[in-house]
């Protein structure tokens, strides 16, 4: 089974999460308490994420896969989500970027 390391609050969390959902595929999910640094210890740093964040999927094999973009790629990967068709793709692609860059993800105030 998959396994999700993941904070409730992290929009990026609630990306992943959502498409989990969405395409019915069972998880276990791991929480961390940023606000305590238990993203920051030497056990999460050395063994899930060197970048020190969540979310992070861990694969039934054992692989550790962090950013939440990359692992949207991955569990898409052969569903209508990612299209197979290479422009349509680079329109997924192209949206995944400016939501994670653009003027919404940097707005402060």
Known sequence: MLRLHDNLS???GYKVRLLLAQLGIPYERIEYDIDRGETRTPGFLEEINA???VPVLETEGGEFLPESNAILHYLAEGTPFLPEEPLQRARVLQWMFFEQYGPIATHKG
């Open 51 to 53: 970048n020190g964040r």
């Open 10 to 12: 992290s929009g990026n």
